[in-house]
Every structure is written in structure tokens, then in C-alpha cells.
């Protein structure tokens, strides 16, 4: 099976490449097609893990671009690490197509739509399966691509055409620094393939400081891809694409490639102190910052967007804090859980047509299926004992408490309770209240089915975490998985706990009038409410100083380039002048003119005592 | 007369075919026949293809004249060769001017016999550019693309048409006579006229500063085809000026004739000198990269984003050139070639949109996907290609010229990185406009979508574009030879 | 009887020369052209004259040659004259610089 793996890709864009190209005639079916062919995928996907099992790593590559001597390959890598990711990928990817049957309905343009799916999900899977970092770099593009295509859906909508525009940008800006990244290690090591770059680290093949340097641009375009601080201002505008998407790309997969791709570099990381505790740095803030924004926002889907960014946060952390293991078990259980969360909460935006929680209040509780799918997910997420988040979590404290990154615990444990508060928050606004009593309209079973197969992993994956660990540890001595202390576990369920209950006090007993409260801290609220203004910020400096270069040139075009080139016409034509004066049809002035040249040659002539 | 001469004059045929035509047949058979004869050069350059494949060496020669000194003899041939740089320009040439042709056919309602005249001699003139192996030969043909363009632009162009093609005239005649000097003064030197002897002459000889002067006469000369900033003023004008199917041409292939000068005269020549020129190349070429970038950020008109792009885009064909590295030529050669198709694909895009709208004004346009889903898809492949996106060539050529600069300017390259971002920001803000959002414009309500024949060129570039992109080492293996001729003659 | 010296011949000749160079760049009236280029001829009849008594190699080749040049004179001056004649009756002016058609 496993020497097959390079057509688990070609399946999604099969389905691309039909339905972009006869997409019309196909409407009807085009959702079934594109989830068979996903399905084939996956099957293929379950196939190369039953063989990974025994081999463990398995590479075919063949020759891309010649450069010189130097050959650059495309091809297929896997390892425990891919093969985990395959998983995800695959998997998420099956249950949205099916989610989308019913969402799309009858959406005039859902051949389009599965066939940008079917372009993300190949370039997902491509990108999971690099044995190298330009295959990767590329396919991380592709990603980038089917993101902002589907971001931009609904392109008669201005604030999707801002949206997908602006997360392509912001991602690319991440890209450039992966790119440069990938260029100096390339000059570095001579190759660009992933076991020969870790064999170069081994032997400090490196110029000094150079790990640091490339691990950290590397880091760059994770943090671009992953929505980390400062670049995640456009994950939560990519909302704006239809949410089964949001379920698929900006939370269960592309957004996480961030984290994976500092997973699948690890080695480069273990070699720098420096760029493990900037990615450790740079999640924990970003945790809690995410979380600080998301306690106040109104938008069900955009509320779900920055508890994403949130957690991404928490897997760089652990990365960062040496938590390998921890990192990608939380990348996998949160896969599990906010896809479930975004795909609950797409039956409730298309039941009810309208996301804002206020609008909403409680309007949700109608729809069983889809309240206990959210409640399940809110759970996991919020660390509640025994479900699947509460075993990551637990994991990532334990590798911080290990890696002795006491103030890092900290601003993590308070994550934790900040994340557990907001998500009832959400879950209390939409599913408890007195909202209108009429019972909305159904969702199709296509879209419930997803829904029950999530919670249900969303719930019992917790429990596969030894498995795990000794899944990736195959490969690779680093992935230990750290066990937290008593008192550790104590905490968490403590704080995870309060935080259910202190939003219940809030949102469900109304012990506390949030407007008092709004008026109180009306500074804090106000900041939180438009997100540390980051936004504003970078309008007024990045966009306004660009512009202004922009502005800048274009003067300099306009006055400086222009008049050269009036210039160099000016001459031309005078030159053209004085010599049309001397063609003015006078056999005199002819005359003259010869015998000034004659007169001329003579000189030369004399002087010279030769032609030349 | 061999292959390649019939090769380079093919387009003759189609030149006697379109002049037999009596004055008022209709513009259709004028077409239909221009196409027949855009078709033959089509043809002989994939055999020329086939065959050079086969025994990887295509040359012709014979003895064009002499003139005797006191002392030596100077020796100009008739001398035409090929490598796998050359025959990627040739088979580009042939293509682009085909589709062109195509394109034209809704466009050029004027006296379309004469344009197709002209666009012939200006094909001979393009082919015998690319296949010449000589300097004198390649200067006479060379200035025999100069003429054929200036009355296309001026008799066929739009709006500011006259005075673009003066502009157009001047700059390049001025080019053109800071070419013929520094070849004189080479070939005064050197003896023969010959790329390869006066490599070899160059080799032995150990006067610097003379090899530097004649360099930078070269560079000037190029530059102003390229375009080199500030010397680019001419190539905006034509871009939005001149009719689309002619910047296909113009765009496609006119402007790698500066790509091409530049590292034939300069890298093929004088090897050993040229990398000392690799920082004032990466200055010029960040200079080109970031100010189109920045221009085309703030352009209210489609074509002149567009042709800030192509200044941008050759940026990066002169950051390529100062890596002076396989990987930096091979960067700058792939981007020439992978340029070329895609600004033809935009411009026979641009043609289509104005023959339907007759605006390409960003205000005045949006909502394309309503009406023209299929002709928005092409606009944003074309720009996704533009900016490099992986899977078509446009990515392949960057990294590669990138990769080149890193190793040994590593600040220019990561000034250039910026440019990259750039490029994303004003495709996208570009291409958004005009096909997302609400349909602004009553000429969008009744607009047609590509249809037909229509489809066919631009999905031919896209194909192209695709495939470099996907499998770049179909175009990479025609040029190692190439390369290494241009790298091996490097002192370290 | 003392011999005038070539020189003297030649400058005679350079002088005449340059008065009808002058005359023919300068003058508006086409008939002092004709008649300044009259002058150049003669001057170089006066060379060839000179030269074919004074030249290395002297004999009369010189002189036959001044013949020659004399009567192909008196033909071109006849000639040019009728051009300037026909012109006159066209254009009712014998001023050279309002003939500029040559640039047409």
C-alpha cells in the first residue's frame, strides 16, 4: 500500500481538475464526485498507516529541477509524523465534504466550491507528505491559495473580497520569510531535503548562528500560516468563507501546517535555544492574547476564530517548551473539536441565518444534535476531565513544568481558564435564552452525521495518548510524552472548572449585569472589543508608509523619469531641427555645407597628416 | 540554405501571402491567412526543436565579408547557431506571435493587410535576433525589429498612439547606437564578430577597464529594452498604448531581446569580467523590483499595473544575473522565458476585456465573475501566476533567481524578498477588482465570456505556464548546456 | 623677359576661385551665380593652363584640356541659363533663394 502513498493526493485534484473544467454539467453531482473521491483518499490514507505500522519511514522521490549539480526532488516522505497529518487531513477533509452536501444545498456555484476543496485538500496532503522544504514551501503556497480562494467564496461580498486578500497577503508575508529560510539553508547544507538538513545539524555543518537565523524564519512562516502574534489579524476575517470551510482550513488543517512545520523541522528548533523559547514565547502570548479578544467578541464564528489562534498558541508553547509530543496530540484532539465547533456551528448559522450571539440568544437550544455536538466540543476545549482536550492540555503543562518555564505555566494555566470562560460564554449565549420560540429550520442529515462522528472523537481521543506518544516516538527519541504531577492535574481541572461556572454566574444567572460590568472596565472593554487595535495600527503604518512610498514614486515617475525622457525626446527633436534647417531646399546653403565639410577633411587631413 | 536560415526567414511566406491579396479583400481572409502564415514558423521551430534535440547542435555558416587593415584581417560571417537558451526564445517567438495573430483578429479592423506585413518582418526580425551568433547579425536584426513596431503602435495603437511610438523610436534608436558603438569598439578589438571568438579573444586579453567600459556600453543598450529604471518610461507607454495583441509581442518577446543581450553580450562575452559587475546588477535590479512594485501598488489603469509589473518582473531577471551562479541564470533565463508567457497571457486577456468593454480603468470595472466567470478565472490565474504562486513558472524562475542572490549577496536578496510581497498585493488588489464584488459598468450586463477560439490561446499560455511550473526541468535540461558555457568560463 | 613664376599663376587662380565661390554661396541673383561659377571654371582653366607649363611633366594636354572645359562651359551656361529662363517665366523671379523647391 505504502508504495502508493504518492496517489493519496492525486485524488482531490482529479476531483479539482473535473469539476473546475466541466463544472457546469456537473452541478448536480459534483458534491457526491468530489466526496467519493475524497473518500478514496482516505482509504488510501487508512492503507499507508496500516503500513507505517511496520516501516515506519518511506521515501520515493524523483528528480524536479536541476540546478547545476545540484538535483531538487519531488516526491513522498512519510513517517509517523506525515502519517499523522495524512490522517487529519484526510479525515477532516472526508467529513466536511459530506457536511458540505447538505450546506451548499443548492448553491448555484457548488461545483466551484468542491473543486476549490478538492485543490485544498490535494495541496494539504501534498504539503504533509514533503520529503523536502521546497515541495513543502510549495505546497504550503498551494494551501495558501485554496484558503484565500475559498475565503473569497462569496466574491459579490466586498468584505470576502477584503478578507481573502488580506489573508493571502498576510500569509505571504510569513511565506517570504519561510522562503528566505529555506534559500540560506540551502546554501547551508547544499540540500534542502528534511533528513539531509537534520544531518547537517547533527555534524554542525551550520555557520554560527545561522540554526538560530534559519529556524526563526522558518518560525516566521509559521507564524504567518498559524495566525500567530503580530501576523493573525487575518485569520479571524476569514471568516468571511462559507464555515464548513472555516472548519476544514482555519482550524482543523492549513492553520495548523504552522505548527506542523516546526514539528517536522524539530531537529533545527532542538539546535537553537534561542528559537525554541521565541516559539515558546510567542504561542504563550499569543495564547492569551487571542483568549483576552475572544471573551468579548459578538460573532459566533469570529469568537470560534480567536480561540483557534489561541490554540495554535498553545501547541507553538509547547513546542516551544520541548513538548513534541504534546504539540501534535493537542494538534490532533483540537482538530477533532474546533471542526466539530465550526461544523455545529454552521448548522446554527444556517438554521437560524444569523451568527451574532446577542441576535441569537438562545435560539440554538432547538436544534438537539447540534447543541449537544457544540456542548461536547465546548467541553474538550475547555479542559473538562477525562474528555480529549483536557489530556493535551495536561500534556503541555507537563512538558512546561518539565522544561521549567514557570511563567510560561502560568500565563498558560490562565489561557486555560480565560479559554473555558469564553467558550460558555458562547455556548450559554447561543443555546441557553429566551430567544423567538419558533422552531428553526432542519438541518439535513448530511450535516449531522459529521457532527456525531466529531463529538465522538472529540470526547474519547483523550484516551489514545500513550498510543500516540509510542506512534511518533518511532522515529523520532524526542517525542516523549511528560506526565503531569497530581497537584498539576488538580489545577487545571480547577481552573477549567471555574471558568464554567463563573460564565454561568454571568451569562445563564445574570449574577453580574454585564452592562455594569461593560461600563466599569469600559478602556479594557473597549480595547478587547476592537482587538488591541492592531488592525488600525497596521492601517496606519504598514498600509499608510507603503502607500506613501507608493505615493512617492509615482512623483518621482512623474517628475524626475518624465522629464529625462522629455529630455532625451526634446534633444532628439532639436537635433532634428537644426539638421532639417540645413535641408531647406537652397542649392546655396548645399553648397556651403559641402564646402565647410571639405574644409573639415582638409584640416584633419593636414593636421592628422592621414586619415586617421 | 540550411535549416536555420529557412527557419529565420520563414515568416516571408506569410509576408508574399498576405501581399498577394488583393487591397480590398475583407479583413477575414487577411486573417485567415496571416494565421496560415503565422502557422509555418510554428511549425519549422518545433522541427528545429526535434532536431536540435537530436544532435544537439544546429549551426550554419557562411563567409559574409571582409575587410582587410594593414595588419589583420576582419572577418564578418554569416553565422547562425543555437543552444538551448536560444531555441526556448525561438519556440516562444513562434508561439507568441501565433497566438497573437489570434488575438488580433477582433482587434485590427484597420487595414489589417499592412499590420499583418509588418508583424511578419517583425517576426524575421525576432527570430534572426535569437538564432544570430554573430554581433553584426544580430545588431541588423535587431534594428529590424525596431521598425516594424514603431508603425505598429503608431498606426494601430490607441489613444496617445504617435507620440508613444516616437517615444518608442527614440529611446530604442538611442539603444541602438550605444549597441553599435560598443560592438564596433569590440570588434575593432577583437577581429571577428563571432560570439564565441570574441569570448575567446577576451580571455586572453587583460585590459579591465575596457572590458568594464564596453560591459556598461552594453548594459545601457540592453537596458533600455529591458527595461532599466530609470530608462523605462518608453516600454509604460507602449504597454497601455500600443494594441494588445502587439504587447503580447512586445511584452512576450521584444523585451527578453534585453534579457537575452544582456547575458549573451555580457555573461556569453567577457565571463571572466562580468561578475565584477554583480552588485551594480543586484542595485539596479532591486531599483527595477521595488519601484514597479511600488508603482504598480497605485495604478488606477489595468495596463499600466500591468506594465509596472513587467518592470518589476525584469527586477528580477537582473537580481537572477547577479547571482552569478547556475542558479541565478538559470533563475534569470526561466524568468525571461516564463515572463514572456505570462504578460502575453495577461495582454491577450487585456484584449479581450477592452474589446468587450472598452474601459481596463480599475474604477470602472468590477463583478466580472457575473457575467465572464471564465475569462475572471484566466485574469486570476494569470495574475496568480504573475506572483509567483508555486505550480506555474513564474514561482520556479523566482526562487531560482533568489536562490542565486543568496549566495552571495545576501542583503540584496532579502531587500528583494519584499518586492515579493509586493507583487502579491497589487495582482491581487488588481485582479480583485476588476472580477470580485458587485458588476459595475453597463458594459459587463451584455458582456460575452471567452468563447471558442477564444479559449484557445489563453489556454495554451496557461498550459505552458502550468507546465514549467509543474515539471520545470523540461524547460531546465534544454538550457544546462547553455549555463554551463556562461558559468564555466568564470575565474571562481 | 623675366617669366611670371607658377605660383603666381596659381595664386591669380586661388583668388578668382574663392571670389567665385564667394559669389556663387552668396549672391541672390542667379545670374551672378552663373556668372561666379563662370569664374570658378576659369580659374581652374587657369590651373589647367599652368600646370601644362610648370607641371612636372609639362606638354599641351593641359591646354587642350582648357579648350575642352571652356566650350563645356559655354554649353552649361547656355543651358543654365535656359533653366533660369523657363524658371523666370514661371515664377517671375530670378531670386535663388526663393527656389527651394529641391527640398520637396
Known amino acids: ?318 513546542l516551544g517548551a520541548g ?42 437550544r432547538h436544534l438537539a444534535i447540534t447543541k449537544w455536538g457544540f456542548l461536547a466540543g465546548t467541553l474538550a476545549i475547555s479542559g473538562f476531565p477525562l474528555l480529549s482536550g483536557s489530556f493535551s492540555k495536561e500534556a503541555i503543562f507537563a512538558a512546561l513544568l518539565e522544561d521549567g518555564q514557570y511563567g510560561l505555566l502560568g500565563v498558560a494555566l490562565l489561557t486555560a481558564f480565560l479559554t473555558s470562560v469564553y467558550m460558555f460564554r458562547l455556548y450559554f449565549m447561543v443555546f441557553h435564552g429566551k430567544g423567538a420560540d419558533k422552531p428553526p429550520k432542519s438541518v439535513p442529515v448530511s450535516m449531522k452525521i459529521p457532527v456525531i462522528i466529531l463529538a465522538a472523537l472529540a470526547v474519547i481521543s483523550g ?11 518511532a522515529e523520532q527519541e524526542y517525542a516523549v510524552l511528560h506526565h503531569s504531577p497530581t497537584w498539576l492535574i488538580f489545577l487545571a481541572t480547577l481552573l477549567s472548572l471555574g471558568g464554567i461556572v463563573f460564565a454561568y454566574f454571568i451569562y445563564v444567572r445574570k449574577q453580574m449585569d454585564r452592562e455594569e460590568w461593560k461600563t466599569t472596565f469600559s478602556s479594557t472593554y473597549t480595547i478587547l472589543y476592537h482587538k488591541y487595535f492592531i488592525d488600525e495600527f497596521y492601517q496606519n503604518t504598514i498600509i499608510y508608509s507603503t502607500r506613501a512610498i507608493s505615493y512617492l514614486m509615482y512623483y518621482t515617475e512623474r517628475y524626475v523619469v518624465e522629464t529625462i525622457a522629455a529630455f532625451a525626446a526634446g534633444m532628439v527633436k532639436e537635433i532634428g531641427k537644426t539638421g532639417s534647417r540645413l535641408q531647406n531646399g537652397r542649392v546655396q546653403t548645399y553648397g556651403t555645407v559641402a564646402l565647410l565639410g571639405l574644409a573639415v577633411i582638409v584640416l584633419i587631413f593636414v593636421v592628422r597628416g592621414g586619415y586617421f | 540554405m540550411g535549416l536555420l536560415s529557412l527557419f ?181 578589438q577583437a577581429g571577428n564578430a563571432n560570439f564565441e571568438a570574441v569570448k575567446d579573444y577576451m580571455s586572453t586579453m587583460d585590459d579591465q577597464a575596457y572590458q568594464i567600459g564596453v560591459i556598461v556600453a552594453f548594459l545601457v543598450a540592453f537596458g533600455v529594452k529591458l527595461p532599466i529604471v530609470p530608462l523605462h518610461s518608453w516600454m509604460v507607454n507602449v504597454h497601455v498604448y500600443a494594441p494588445p495583441a502587439v504587447v503580447m509581442i512586445h511584452a512576450g518577446v521584444l523585451l527578453k531581446i534585453g534579457a537575452y543581450g544582456l547575458l549573451q553580450f555580457g555573461a556569453g562575452m567577457f565571463p571572466e569580467t562580468f561578475p565584477l559587475l554583480a552588485v551594480t546588477l543586484a542595485v539596479l535590479g532591486l531599483i ?82 457575473t457575467t465572464a466567470p471564465v475569462l475572471s478565472g484566466f485574469f486570476l490565474a494569470a495574475a496568480l501566476a504573475g506572483l509567483g504562486l508555486p505550480g506555474m513558472s513564474g514561482f520556479v524562475s523566482e526562487f531560482m533567481a533568489f536562490l542565486g542572490v543568496f549566495e552571495n549577496l545576501p542583503v540584496f536578496g532579502a531587500i528583494g524578498i519584499i518586492g515579493i510581497i509586493l507583487t502579491a498585493v497589487y495582482f491581487l488588489r488588481a485582479i480583485l477588482n476588476i472580477s470580485f464584488g458587485k458588476r459595475k459598468g453597463k458594459a459587463l450586463d451584455k458582456m460575452t465570456d471567452l468563447r471558442n477560439l477564444e479559449l484557445l490561446p489563453a489556454g495554451v499560455l496557461l498550459a505552458f505556464i502550468i507546465l514549467i511550473g509543474v515539471y520545470p526541468d523540461s524547460l531546465g535540461q534544454l538550457l544546462q548546456i547553455t549555463l554551463e558555457t556562461f558559468v564555466a568560463g568564470m575565474g571562481g | 623677359m623675366s617669366s611670371v613664376p607658377a605660383q603666381g599663376y596659381l595664386i591669380l587662380a586661388l583668388i578668382l576661385f574663392c571670389i567665385g565661390l564667394f559669389g556663387a554661396l552668396t549672391k541672390r541673383n542667379t545670374i551672378i551665380v552663373l556668372i561666379s561659377i563662370e569664374l570658378m571654371l576659369n580659374a581652374v582653366n587657369l590651373n589647367l593652363v599652368a600646370f601644362s607649363k610648370y607641371g612636372i611633366n609639362p606638354n599641351m594636354t593641359g591646354q587642350v584640356f582648357s579648350l575642352f572645359s571652356i566650350t563645356i562651359a559655354a554649353a552649361e551656361a547656355a543651358v543654365g541659363i535656359a533653366i533660369l529662363l523657363s524658371l523666370y517665366r514661371n515664377r517671375r523671379t530670378v531670386h535663388i533663394d526663393e527656389m527651394d523647391t529641391l527640398k520637396h
Not at chain 1, 337 to 361: C, D, M, W
Not at chain 2, 32 to 61: D, K, T
Open chain 1, 463 to 473: 484516551f489514545f495518548a500513550t498510543g500516540f506518544a509510542d506512534w511518533l516516538a
Open chain 1, 1 to 318: 500500500m505504502i508504495s502508493f502513498a504518492w496517489l493519496i493526493p492525486l485524488f482531490p485534484l482529479l476531483s479539482f481538475l473535473v469539476l473546475i473544467l466541466s463544472g457546469k454539467k456537473l452541478k448536480t453531482v459534483s458534491g457526491y464526485l468530489a466526496s467519493l473521491l475524497t473518500g478514496i483518499s482516505f482509504i488510501f490514507t487508512l492503507g499507508v498507516i496500516a503500513d507505517l505500522r511496520s516501516v515506519t519511514e518511506y521515501e520515493a522521490t524523483w528528480t524536479w529541477l536541476t540546478i547545476g549539480t545540484t538535483d531538487i526532488q519531488a516526491g513522498v516522505w512519510l513517517n509517523p509524523l506525515n502519517g499523522l497529518m495524512l490522517f487529519i487531513v484526510s479525515f477532516v477533509s472526508l467529513l466536511v465534504h459530506i457536511y458540505s452536501l447538505g450546506y451548499m444545498g443548492e448553491n448555484d456555484r457548488r461545483a466551484t466550491y468542491f473543486a476549490y476543496l478538492g485543490l485544498f485538500t490535494f495541496a494539504m496532503l501534498g504539503l504533509v507528505m514533503s520529503p523536502n522544504l521546497i515541495q513543502f514551501y510549495m505546497f504550503w503556497e498551494l494551501v495558501g491559495l485554496g484558503s484565500f480562494l475559498l475565503i473569497g467564496f462569496y466574491l459579490y461580498k466586498e468584505s470576502a473580497k477584503r478578507a481573502a486578500r488580506k489573508a493571502f497577503i498576510m500569509t505571504r508575508i510569513g511565506d517570504a520569510g519561510l522562503l528566505v529560510g529555506l534559500i540560506l539553508i540551502f546554501w547551508q547544507t547544499g540540500s534542502l531535503s528534511f533528513t539531509e538538513i537534520f544531518q547537517a545539524v547533527e555534524q554542525n555543518e551550520f555557520a554560527p548562528g545561522m540554526v538560530t537565523l534559519t529556524a526563526i524564519l522558518l518560525f516566521i512562516g509559521a507564524v504567518g500560516k498559524s495566525g500567530q502574534f503580530p501576523l493573525h489579524t487575518w485569520l479571524p476575517d476569514a471568516m468571511e468563507g462559507p464555515t464548513p470551510v472555516s472548519a476544514l482550513i482555519h482550524a482543523a488543517t492549513m492553520v495548523a501546517a504552522g505548527v506542523y512545520l516546526v514539528a517536522a523541522a524539530y531537529p533545527l528548533f532542538l539546535a537553537s535555544e534561542w528559537a525554541l523559547m521565541i516559539v515558546a514565547v510567542i504561542g504563550a502570548f499569543t495564547a492569551i492574547f487571542a483568549a483576552t479578544i475572544g471573551l468579548v467578541q459578538d460573532d459566533l464564528k469570529r469568537v470560534l476564530a480567536y480561540s483557534t489562534v489561541s490554540q495554535l498558541g498553545y501547541m507553538m508553547l509547547a
Open chain 2, 288 to 369: 527595477n523590483l521595488l519601484y514597479g512594485a511600488f508603482l504598480a501598488l497605485i495604478q488606477d489603469d489595468l495596463r499600466k499595473v500591468f506594465a509596472y509589473a513587467s518592470v518589476s518582473h525584469m527586477g528580477i531577471i537582473l537580481l537572477g544575473i547577479a547571482g552569478m551562479n547556475t542558479a541565478g541564470y538559470q533563475g534569470a533565463i526561466f524568468q525571461t522565458i516564463s515572463h514572456g508567457l505570462i504578460s502575453a497571457l495577461l495582454f491577450y486577456l487585456v484584449g479581450v476585456l477592452i474589446n468587450r468593454t472598452s474601459t481596463t480603468n480599475l474604477e470602472k470595472l468590477g463583478g466580472l465573475w
Open chain 1, 323 to 364: 513538548g513534541y509530543v504534546a504539540g501534535m496530540f493537542h494538534l490532533t484532539t483540537h482538530a477533532f473539536f474546533k471542526a466539530l465547533l465550526f461544523l455545529a456551528a454552521g448548522s446554527v448559522i444556517l438554521a437560524l441565518r444569523k451568527q451574532n450571539i446577542k441576535e441569537i440568544a438562545g435560539e440554538g
Open chain 2, 8 to 188: 529565420v526567414f520563414s515568416p516571408i511566406v506569410g509576408l508574399v501571402l498576405i501581399s498577394l491579396l488583393s487591397n480590398n479583400s475583407s479583413p477575414k481572409i487577411v486573417q485567415r491567412y496571416a494565421l496560415i502564415g503565422g502557422f509555418i514558423p510554428l511549425i519549422v521551430s518545433w522541427i528545429v526543436y526535434f532536431i536540435y534535440q537530436r544532435n544537439n547542435r544546429l549551426a550554419e555558416n557562411f563567409s559574409w565579408f571582409s575587410y582587410e587593415t594593414d595588419s589583420r584581417t576582419l572577418v564578418i560571417d554569416y553565422e547562425l547557431e543555437l543552444n538551448g537558451f536560444r531555441l526556448a526564445l525561438l519556440l516562444l517567438t513562434t508561439l507568441i506571435v501565433t497566438l497573437s495573430i489570434l488575438a488580433s483578429v477582433k482587434d485590427i479592423k484597420k487595414n489589417p493587410k499592412l499590420f499583418y506585413q509588418w508583424l511578419f518582418i517583425l517576426e524575421l526580425g525576432m527570430l534572426g535576433v535569437f538564432a544570430s551568433d554573430n554581433m553584426f547579425l544580430f545588431f541588423f536584426f535587431f534594428e529590424l525589429t525596431l521598425i516594424p513596431m514603431f508603425f505598429l503602435i503608431g498606426k494601430w495603437g490607441h489613444v496617445e498612439r504617435e507620440e508613444t511610438a516616437y517615444k518608442y523610436l527614440i529611446y530604442n534608436g538611442l539603444g541602438s547606437a550605444v549597441l553599435l558603438i560598443a560592438i564596433v569598439a569590440v570588434f575593432i
